[in-house]
């Protein structure tokens, strides 16, 4: 059964400092794995995804991903973060873009001054 | 990019009624929607998959007489949550496939919060 694992349920970060967010997955074949942002009274916004080919995606908004397959990782990276980053962040992973999706719980990230 | 809309943002209403939520696609056609429920502090879980001119395709789990999914063109698919009641209550997102070859995308709507009292 595929399932998606995101193990920090909240983050505070200081604004200017990196982050990471961790997503670990399983999943019976090759994976699709996308990484989607959750602000209040907004729709997700897809980030970034991964398909194939680089292991190191650049998404939107300055973060990027790295697939690591022997790992089962897909961790999202933003060097220096801004206050509009404060949101939550979904990692997600399914049988291609156009297919229904298996969702992380979800890392709620908090930006402080 | 492409956008997908969702109406009403918000609902209230009491128990034993039914509600209407409406999933748009606006400057796309959608063969393909997805309808997702969102408990606070939770994550998305899939409800059921809405084929434009034939039925849903259910969750395990999910009551398809009690979320009716109806996906009458292929811009819009409606999410009916017949008799609702307080347990009904959460925030339901739909989302919308654009097909565009290598570049095929699931663009995510709002989100309906739906109270039940």
């Known amino acids: 059964a595929q399932s998606v694992t995101q193990p920090d349920i909240h983050i505070t970060v200081s604004e200017g400092a990196s982050l990471e967010l961790r997503c670990n997955y399983s999943?019976?074949?090759?994976?699709?794995l996308f990484w989607y942002v959750q602000s209040p009274g907004q729709g997700l916004q897809l980030l970034l995804k991964?398909?194939?080919?680089?292991?190191l995606v650049q998404g939107i908004k300055g973060f990027e991903a790295e697939f690591k397959r022997s790992q089962s990782s897909f961790n999202l990276r933003k060097p220096s973060v801004h206050w509009s980053d404060a949101a939550e962040y979904f990692c997600?992973?399914?049988?291609?873009?156009?297919?229904?999706?298996?969702f992380g719980a979800g890392t709620q990230v908090v930006v402080t001054p | 990019g492409a956008v997908v809309s969702q109406h009403p943002s918000w609902v209230i209403c009491k128990s034993g009624t039914s509600v209407k939520i409406e999933c748009r696609s606006l400057?796309?056609?959608?063969?393909?929607m997805f309808w997702y429920r969102q408990f606070p502090k939770q994550s998305l879980m899939l409800m059921a998959t809405?084929?434009?001119?034939?039925?849903?395709?259910?969750e395990q789990g999910v009551e398809k007489d009690k979320f009716l999914i109806n996906h009458a063109s292929l811009t819009l698919s409606t999410l009916t949550v017949t008799s609702a009641h307080p347990e009904d209550s959460s925030f339901y997102i739909c989302?919308?496939?654009?097909?565009?070859?290598?570049?095929?995308?699931?663009?995510f709507g709002p989100g309906t919060r739906l109270t039940v009292l």
């Open positions: 989302s919308a496939i654009h097909l565009a070859g290598l570049t095929d995308t699931q663009y």
């Open positions: 999943y019976g074949a090759t994976p699709y």
């Open positions: 991964y398909f194939s080919g680089d292991t």
């Open positions: 997600a992973v399914g049988a291609g873009s156009w297919g229904k999706l298996q």
């Open positions: 400057d796309f056609q959608a063969t393909t």
């Open positions: 809405s084929n434009e001119g034939s039925k849903a395709t259910y």
